[in-house]
């Protein structure tokens, strides 16, 4: 892989570490009082670690809302098909669309998965053709219409971390 790909190692999470990251996935406005009478260590531990986490990149607290609950009737998948060596750059320039909730590189069918946010089906289509499909790199895409939404969940569990190759 080439050196300039590479994301820099995430910090080694302890225990306290882990079971900080978990309170917080499950209520992100818990006190940093609360969270150090929970696990019995000083306040300023807790304070110290979770920023710590939210500087490294592991943790980052905000608030979600349902979109389909405020507004957004058109949640859609879509997958998309870059021309050869253009994933990456499909990935940023669709990251910045304020649409895109979700943009990963994949394998498989598709290059890229992109999850999008729309107000109705004239801002999805106006998403589509005006902005996605003239991204260069892009190829075509296939779209999903999310009808209804059974989980939406950004907690998961926090378990031991597998050691790298070279520990």
Not at 40 to 66: D, H, K, M, T, W
Not at 84 to 92: D, K, N, S
Not at 112 to 125: L, P
């Amino acid at each position: 892989m080439k050196e300039e790909n590479r994301q820099p190692a995430p910090p080694a999470l302890d225990e306290l570490d882990r079971k900080l990251i978990a309170a917080l996935q499950k209520d992100g406005r818990k006190p940093f009082s609360a969270l150090a009478e929970e696990f019995n260590v000083p306040a300023s531990s807790v304070r110290y670690r979770v920023q710590r986490l939210e500087e490294s990149g592991v943790l980052q607290i905000v608030g979600i809302a349902n979109p389909l609950n405020i507004g957004f009737d058109r949640l859609a998948l879509i997958g998309v098909r870059c021309e050869p060596g253009t994933g990456r750059a499909v990935c940023a320039a669709l990251s910045e669309f304020p649409e895109t909730s979700y943009v990963v590189l994949t394998t498989g069918s598709f290059d890229v998965m992109v999850e999008v946010v729309c107000k109705d089906v004239s801002h999805y289509a106006e998403f589509m053709f005006e902005h996605l499909q003239k991204v260069p790199g892009v190829a075509s895409t296939e779209t999903f219409f999310v009808l209804e939404a059974h989980k939406l969940a950004y907690g998961w569990g926090v378990g031991e971390a597998v050691p790298s190759a070279t520990e």
